[in-house]
């Protein structure tokens, strides 16, 4: 079932992808203030725990046999270290579609099980090629009393085509708990990057 955005939603993310076939949201309080809080975004070694290696590596796993199915070299694997720089990058498979002074947005063109497709930001809105789901994944903060900050995470997919929408619903009900697991171990190594005794411009 596709969803659609409340009125008067004004969050990036729903320039892309206003309706969805699933959406989840994880968010936690960091005890720093929004600037840097944001700054450590894209600062945090968003792999720094073992269990999100784990999940990085094994989400790989398709796009390898994908890629040696095709007779292609297979994608890069999963460092100790992986910063917002290392996802956006040339080769990597997300965009960035968008950023403010709170939010930014990266966007995925997924061809479930396996292989996707990458277009600039300025495509990637009306982007409608059957065979695909986008993604969109947002990273926020704002601000909260005695100088803390939330910080939120969201995800919305919606396929381009019914055919797809089954193929990513028989994946997504597999998938679904490591995915949301994977999105709160990068909000707390942002969180842990934010609070370290260096960064932090609060008490």
């Given amino acids: 079932m596709i969803?659609?955005?409340?009125?008067?939603a004004d969050a990036a993310i729903a320039r892309f992808v206003p309706r969805w076939d699933a959406r989840t949201r994880q968010s936690l309080v960091?005890?720093?203030?929004p600037a840097?809080?944001?700054?450590?975004?894209r600062a945090a070694n968003l792999a720094a725990a073992w269990p999100a290696r784990l999940l990085t590596a094994?989400?790989?796993?398709?796009?390898?046999?994908?890629?040696?199915v095709r007779g292609q070299a297979p994608p890069a694997r999963t460092g100790r270290t992986s910063r917002l720089g290392t996802v956006l990058?040339?080769?990597?498979p997300w965009t960035l579609l968008a950023e403010t002074d709170r939010e930014l947005v990266l966007g995925l063109l997924w061809s479930p099980p396996a292989g996707g497709d990458k277009r600039p930001a300025s495509e990637w809105a009306a982007f409608a090629e059957p065979g695909y789901?986008?993604?969109a994944w947002s990273l926020s903060v704002s601000a909260q009393d005695?100088?803390?900050t939330l910080l939120s995470t969201e995800t919305r997919t919606i396929a381009t085509d019914e055919r797809t929408r089954r193929r990513f619903?028989?994946?997504w009900a597999v998938i679904a708990p490591f995915a949301a697991l994977l999105r709160r171990l990068v909000l707390r190594a942002i969180r842990d990057e934010a609070e370290r005794p260096g960064r932090l411009s609060t008490p």
């Fill in 3 to 8: 969803v659609a955005a409340p009125p008067g």
């Fill in 30 to 33: 960091v005890r720093a203030d």
């Fill in 36 to 41: 840097t809080t944001y700054a450590a975004i």
């Fill in 58 to 68: 094994a989400a790989m796993v398709p796009e390898r046999i994908g890629a040696w």
């Fill in 89 to 92: 990058a040339a080769d990597g």
């Fill in 133 to 135: 789901a986008k993604v």
């Fill in 146 to 148: 005695a100088g803390r």
């Fill in 169 to 171: 619903w028989l994946i």
